[in-house]
């Protein structure tokens, strides 16, 4: 390769590599906000007390799974965290690709318990309206 050409791919690639930390950077600032929770599970308890411990549990799981976040996790959400406000400390910058994550959730959530995902009109639902709406479909 001749050294102008070298030199603009070692230019890309800085912005590529200082753009991929920049976002990465943002991603972990802004999950730590679940992270650094302790235990929600009292929080569960008290806004669904009649609900089992392994059924809040299981709705969680699915959450997690689909965001591919460690099983460990899901008790660091709370019933009154927004999806999307999940969804968007994953993806902080806009027109990012993602994984599928709110597709992934979607299927399972129809499989699982029934409810549709795609008819909720609430952008700004929570984990514990839509785990409401999986209790309500499982009667």
Not at 71 to 88: A, E, R, T
Not at 119 to 130: F, R, W
Request: glycine fraction near 2%.
């Amino acid at each position: 390769m001749e050294p102008p050409v070298i030199a603009f791919f070692v230019i890309i690639m800085t912005i590529a590599l200082t753009f991929a930390i920049y976002v990465e950077i943002k991603r972990k600032h802004l999950l730590s906000r679940y992270w650094l929770r302790a235990c929600t599970g009292k929080a569960w308890k008290k806004r669904f007390p009649e609900i089992p411990n392994k059924d809040i549990r299981a709705f969680l799981d699915i959450f997690v799974n689909a965001f591919l976040f460690s099983c460990k996790k899901k008790l660091k959400f709370q019933p009154d965290d927004k999806i999307i406000d999940i969804y968007n400390a994953l993806y902080p910058m806009q027109g990012l690709a993602d994984a599928l994550e709110l597709e992934t959730f979607a299927k399972n959530l129809k499989k699982n318990y029934g409810v549709d995902l795609y008819k909720v009109t609430n952008n700004d639902i929570t984990l514990g309206e839509l785990f409401e709406m999986t209790r309500k479909e499982s009667q």
